[in-house]
């Protein structure tokens, strides 16, 4: 009697935690099959996929050769969108972390991908086999682009030059690959965002433009609730240290007292130097990720309505000492 009540708390003991971990080991990501789309090249698409992709979302950010030697790291052209292995760029990430070549080569890239499959992965984070992809691809945010934007996105993609660049694939640690199924989500039609409003399509742009995954600071991959913007989040790369700003309106500590004039010429400070332009950086402290040249490409109405959504953020108390090698800013 006794023996066998042991084992039925035995059996408890060990199988529930076992089926927990079965669970989480079979469990797919919420995800819906791609949609049959094909989407129509027009030279507008093109354009505005172009748009999204240099400059908005800055996917060049991760998915092209940069030169870091350079102030703001510049793409080199003939490496757009060949993709990168993150880990080897980025310390601390769990795993060995690869932005895939998003080029059309059929063998290394993603040439052999249908459209709908291209989309599902950009807003909804899954792969052409249903797997879960690590969001430091920020689908988070890109959820939110327009049905119009991300044909447009695609479009631009498919209109790349093809770029044989084998890399390895994604290899996470465990448990992160399984804690991650939970983060795709289908996203839906995404009707167009109403320019006329000006604090909606802030909103849009900053979801796009992914300010939040860099300028958010976080625990354990996940936002910490209540610091919206509040900047600290430390990137260490094998080529310099940087800390996000404090983009709240909090007067101290954040941007509260700059003036939209004032925003607006921090970006266009940068408008000559994306034309390949780029002075060469000058010491550690010169090393950022914020994707200054990228952003200073959007025109005033665009930067015009980020600003006006950063001012409804609520302002959060946290100095931030953003470059920390630079030498002489601050006496320690
Ligand atoms: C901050 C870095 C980052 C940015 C910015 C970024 N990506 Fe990614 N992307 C990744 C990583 C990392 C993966 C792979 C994740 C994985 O394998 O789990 C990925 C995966 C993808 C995939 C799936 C490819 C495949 O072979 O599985 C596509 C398509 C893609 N990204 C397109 C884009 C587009 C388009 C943009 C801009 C709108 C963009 N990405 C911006 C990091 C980024
Ligand atoms: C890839 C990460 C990344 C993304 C994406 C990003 N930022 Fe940043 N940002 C940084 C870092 C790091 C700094 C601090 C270093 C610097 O100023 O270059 C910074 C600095 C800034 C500053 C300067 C603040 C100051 O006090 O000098 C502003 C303004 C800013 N970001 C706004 C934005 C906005 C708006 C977006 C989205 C449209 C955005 N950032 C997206 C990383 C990012």
Known sequence: MW?????????????????????????????????????????????????????????????????????????????????????GLLNGL??????????PDPETGIGNWTDGEKIRAIREGVDRDGRALFPLMPYTGYRNLSDEDVESLVAYLNSLSPVKNPLPRTQLDFPVFLFIKGVPQPAGRVPSPDRSDKLKYGQYLVSLGGCMDCHTPAEKGQPIPGKELAGGQLFATTVGRVVSANITPDLETGIGKWSEEYFLKKFYDYKEYAAGAAPKAVGPGAFTL????????????????VYAFLRTIKPVHNPVETHPDAPNLTAK
């Open 290 to 305: 914020m994707p200054w040249l990228a952003f200073s490409q959007l025109p005033p109405e665009d930067l015009g309505a």
């Open 94 to 103: 769990p795993g060995t972390v690869v932005a895939p070549n998003i080029t």
């Open 3 to 87: 023996k066998k009540i042991l084992l039925v708390i035995l059996l408890l003991i060990v199988g529930l935690p076992a089926c927990g971990l079965a669970y989480l080991y079979l469990r797919n990501p919420a995800r819906v099959p791609p949609s049959a789309i094909k989407v129509a090249m027009t030279p507008e698409r093109i354009a505005r996929g172009k748009f999204i992709f240099q400059n908005l979302s800055d996917c060049d950010g991760c998915h092209s050769e940069r030169d870091f030697a350079r102030v703001g790291g510049p793409v080199v052209e003939s490496g757009r969108g060949r993709g990168n292995v993150m880990s």
